[in-house]
């Protein structure tokens, strides 16, 4: 499903895009928009994008990640927005949801330490980001913000660490955008497969 747009919709992905295998649209499709109307989502509708991120591939089923939102108009909304950086705040302000995403490093069960707590939290926010594109949301992850001051506002508990930040919102007009964000709304390209693989061994 595209993102809707009022008077029109978000760029698909592969009207600018091209894979060098064959690969499923979807991939193609997703990219990171920042036009955002500022309209309230339900709570089925964020619980879903909770749900998807719930089902991530996780080591050994330990399912590090956790989320901890804010939607605007509640009194959580102006202390998340505060923690972005200003040239990431200028365009969140019109977003539904700001969510900050943080990993657990150990077993709850045992407290042993995890091997990649950060691997499988990445895992997550993929299937939260996939997931929202498909329901025709703007999902835009960030690293633009305090992580300490986050930290410390999330009350994080111990073996916890802030991992980033992700907007949520339905797409509104790019027009909403201030520059230079308004001609960065486009999908980004990426390297050659090749350039990022290699096999055996990095080349010399």
Partial sequence: ???LQAGGEV???SDVRTSEYAIE???????SPRAMSGEPLSEADLFTLFE????????GNNQPWRFCYARRDTEHWPRFLALLAENNRVWCVNAAVLVVVVSRSTRE???RPLPAPSYDTGAAWAYLALQGWMSGLVIHG?????????AALLCLPPHHKVEAMIAIGRPGPQETLPEPHRGRETPSQRRQVREVVFEGSFPP
């Fill in 11 to 13: 760029t698909k992905g």
């Fill in 25 to 31: 649209p979807l991939f193609l499709d997703r990219w």
């Fill in 52 to 59: 998807a991120a719930h089902w991530a591939p996780s080591s």
């Fill in 1 to 3: 499903m595209r993102a």
């Fill in 142 to 150: 960030m690293a633009g913000f305090d992580y300490a001051q986050a």
């Fill in 109 to 111: 069960d045992s407290g």
